[in-house]
C-alpha cells in the first residue's frame, strides 16, 4: 500500500474568508469589553489595542440587530487594550 498523499481536487472559486480586526479598518464596529460596550470607526490595530474615531460609550443597546439606544460621544480617539476586549464585529446600521 503506498503512503502517498492526493492533491484535493476543490474549487477555487470559493472565496477564503477572511478574519481579524484589520479587516474592519473603517467600518464602524462594536467593541465588547468586560465592563463597558464601545462603537467608533476602527482606524487602527496595533499589536496592543484596537483604535477608534469619532467614538461612544454604549449604555444601552437596544436590539442588537440595530444601532444602540443611548451612546455617549467621546472627546477624543479611543484606544482599547486588547486584553480589555471581550469580543467586537461590524456594527448595524440604522
Known amino acids: 500500500m503506498s503512503n502517498t498523499k492526493k492533491k484535493a481536487t476543490g474549487s477555487t472559486s470559493k472565496k477564503k474568508v477572511q478574519r481579524g480586526a484589520a479587516n474592519l479598518i473603517g467600518k464602524q464596529v462594536m467593541v465588547w469589553c468586560g465592563i463597558y ?4 470607526v476602527l482606524v487602527s490595530v496595533t499589536p496592543d489595542e484596537l483604535v477608534l474615531d469619532n467614538a461612544s460609550v454604549v449604555y444601552e443597546t437596544g436590539p442588537l440587530c440595530g ?5 455617549q460621544k467621546l472627546p ?3 484606544s482599547i487594550r486588547l486584553s480589555a476586549i471581550e469580543c467586537y464585529y461590524k456594527a448595524p446600521l440604522s
Open 37 to 40: 460596550i464601545y462603537t467608533g
Open 67 to 71: 444601532p444602540p439606544q443611548t451612546a
Open 76 to 78: 477624543a480617539q479611543l
